[in-house]
């Protein structure tokens, strides 16, 4: 009796065929980059949270509507472990930047302080995410640049 093995097929373990998928644009990640300033912007300005909630269904809109395309772009980044990375490593960083002004005695209170934590967590959330991308377009041999 021979055994053969079974031919290869498509199987859930392939990965998506990511090769037609254009790089998302930087606004998106500013939109993604603001949601790291809502906590210091909600300090700042307590009507704060009705912007963060508009331009959290704008991306949303946009999301479904304008890059539908790139769904599968998006469903890899959130898979990617780098991406949970950034994330988890923005909310240390706000966790930790607090603490240790609370320590050295410079706790943030004013409007100003929570606007200038807010815009520098925003560009290092933006800039993390963008260059996310690029680290994994380049790792999958896929163009970085927009055509």
């Known amino acids: 009796m021979t055994i053969t093995a079974a031919p290869a097929t498509a199987s859930a373990n392939t990965a998506?065929?990511?090769?037609a998928v254009?790089?998302?644009?930087?606004?998106?990640?500013?939109?993604?980059?603001?949601?790291?300033?809502?906590?210091d912007l909600c300090k700042a300005w307590e009507n704060a949270w009705m912007?963060?909630?508009?331009?959290?269904?704008?991306?949303?809109?946009?999301?479904l509507t304008v890059l539908r395309g790139r769904a599968k772009l998006v469903k890899a980044m959130l898979k990617n472990s780098r991406t949970r990375w950034i994330t988890a490593g923005l909310i240390a960083l706000r966790v930790c930047l607090h603490g240790v002004l609370i320590l050295a005695g410079a706790e943030i209170?004013?409007?100003a302080g929570h606007l200038v934590l807010a815009v520098v967590m925003a560009a290092t959330?933006?800039?993390?995410?963008?260059f996310?991308?690029?680290v994994t377009f380049r790792a999958l041999g896929l163009p970085t640049a927009r055509h």
Not at 16 to 19: A, N, T, V, W
Not at 23 to 31: I, Q
Not at 125 to 130: A, K, Q, V
């Open 125 to 130: 959330g933006t800039t993390l995410l963008w």
């Open 22 to 39: 254009k790089p998302l644009p930087a606004w998106f990640f500013v939109f993604e980059g603001s949601m790291g300033a809502a906590y």
């Open 109 to 111: 209170t004013s409007a």
């Open 16 to 19: 998506p065929d990511l090769s």
């Open 51 to 63: 912007i963060l909630v508009a331009m959290g269904l704008v991306n949303l809109v946009v999301g």
């Open 132 to 134: 996310d991308q690029r």
